[in-house]
Each structure stands twice: as structure tokens, then as C-alpha cells.
């Protein structure tokens, strides 16, 4: 098979898996400063009387899932900033200390989003096994690419090595200058 048509057809086969890893990526690199995977259905204000500080602990937190009516998975817990927060898979509650009220948050999952998302976070064998062959095709998509045009200024030998170069370089200086 030529390297032409050995790039047109990977490329035709991958073209909605290339797509949805550009998005999730864009996405998974901003999640820092907000849950792509996570939309708000629902925000209510709850009052609630805490205990000392000192008692506000994973048992109390279970307790307290329980007093407001939260059935989902606890991640964690921690007082900061005057508050008392609470983590859960589909929730996220906070409660001022001095006010004794706050704010419970309950996400709903974003849909096509989320799961477009969990392509960057599976761990499954068969998906791992699925994600190499995918870099070993982009890789060949790159390699017949570069090699498609044998000859002339636009040639990967006249002038595509050295954009190829330039291409590598940058991901190497971010990687040795954030490390």
C-alpha cells in the first residue's frame, strides 16, 4: 500500500477518535478552573448547627450525608476558609461555621462531555491495548504523511524536517522548563 493511501485510510478510520481526544484534552488541561464533566441541576441553602471544630470529622460528615439527605459517594471532607466542606461524587456541600448555614450543590454528569472525557481516565486493558494501536497509527499517519511528498521544496527532506524539528522541540523545552 502507498504511504498516501496508508495516511488517507488511518486517517478516515481515527478521524472521530482524533476529534473526541482534541476535545477531551482541551477540556481535561482546563479542569483546574472548571468541572467540564459537571453541570449544576440543583442549589439549595441548608441550615445546619455544627459542632466544635474539632469534632468535624469523616464520622461527622457521614452523619451529617445522612441529617441532609445525600446518597452518593463521600471523597472527603475539610474545614478551610471558615467553612466546612464536603466532597462527594455528585455533590459538594459547604457550610459557613460562624453562620451555621450554607449550600449544598448536586452535578449532574454532562452528557457526551463526561463520557468523551473518560477516554483520558480509563483504565480498562482492552482500552489501553486499543490506545496503543491508536499512537502507533498516529504515529504512521505522521510517518506517511511526512513521506508523501518525495521530492521538491515542500518535501519533508527540503523543508518538512525542519517544521518536524521545531514541532518536537517545543513539547521538549515546556517539559524540561515545567520540571
Given at each position: 500500500?502507498?504511504?498516501?493511501?496508508?495516511?488517507?485510510?488511518?486517517?478516515?478510520?481515527?478521524?472521530?477518535?482524533?476529534?473526541?481526544?482534541?476535545?477531551?484534552?482541551?477540556?481535561?488541561?482546563?479542569?483546574?478552573?472548571?468541572?467540564?464533566?459537571?453541570?449544576?441541576?440543583?442549589?439549595?441553602?441548608?441550615?445546619?448547627?455544627?459542632?466544635?471544630?474539632?469534632?468535624?470529622?469523616?464520622?461527622?460528615?457521614?452523619?451529617?450525608?445522612?441529617?441532609?439527605?445525600?446518597?452518593?459517594?463521600?471523597?472527603?471532607?475539610?474545614?478551610?476558609?471558615?467553612?466546612?466542606?464536603?466532597?462527594?461524587?455528585?455533590?459538594?456541600?459547604?457550610?459557613?461555621?460562624?453562620?451555621?448555614?450554607?449550600?449544598?450543590?448536586?452535578?449532574?454528569?454532562?452528557?457526551?462531555?463526561?463520557?468523551?472525557?473518560?477516554?483520558?481516565?480509563?483504565?480498562?486493558?482492552?482500552?489501553?491495548?486499543?490506545?496503543?494501536?491508536?499512537?502507533?497509527?498516529?504515529?504512521?499517519?505522521?510517518?506517511?504523511?511526512?513521506?508523501?511528498?518525495?521530492?521538491?521544496?515542500?518535501?519533508?527532506?527540503?523543508?518538512?524536517?525542519?517544521?518536524?524539528?521545531?514541532?518536537?522541540?517545543?513539547?521538549?523545552?515546556?517539559l524540561f522548563l515545567l520540571t
Amino acid at each position: 500500500m502507498k504511504a498516501r493511501a496508508l495516511h488517507r485510510d488511518l486517517g478516515y478510520l481515527y478521524i472521530g477518535l482524533i476529534i473526541s481526544f482534541a476535545l477531551s484534552g482541551i477540556l481535561m488541561n482546563h479542569r483546574d478552573y472548571w468541572e467540564p464533566e459537571k453541570f449544576t441541576v440543583e442549589k439549595y441553602s441548608v441550615a445546619v448547627i455544627l459542632p466544635p471544630k474539632e469534632k468535624l470529622n469523616d464520622t461527622y460528615a457521614k452523619e451529617l450525608s445522612k441529617l441532609l439527605m445525600i446518597d452518593d459517594v463521600l471523597k472527603y471532607n475539610e474545614v478551610k476558609d471558615g467553612k466546612f466542606n464536603l466532597y462527594y461524587n455528585n455533590h459538594n456541600v459547604s457550610i459557613n461555621l460562624n453562620k451555621h448555614s450554607g449550600e449544598v450543590i448536586h452535578f449532574y454528569k454532562t452528557p457526551l462531555i463526561s463520557q468523551m472525557m473518560q477516554l483520558h481516565k480509563s483504565t480498562s486493558n482492552w482500552w489501553i491495548y486499543y490506545g496503543d494501536i491508536f499512537g502507533l497509527s498516529l504515529i504512521t499517519i505522521a510517518i506517511t504523511g511526512a513521506i508523501m511528498i518525495p521530492s521538491g521544496k515542500f518535501s519533508f527532506k527540503n523543508r518538512g524536517w525542519k517544521l518536524a524539528a521545531l514541532g518536537l522541540l517545543f513539547p521538549l523545552a515546556v517539559l524540561f522548563l515545567l520540571t
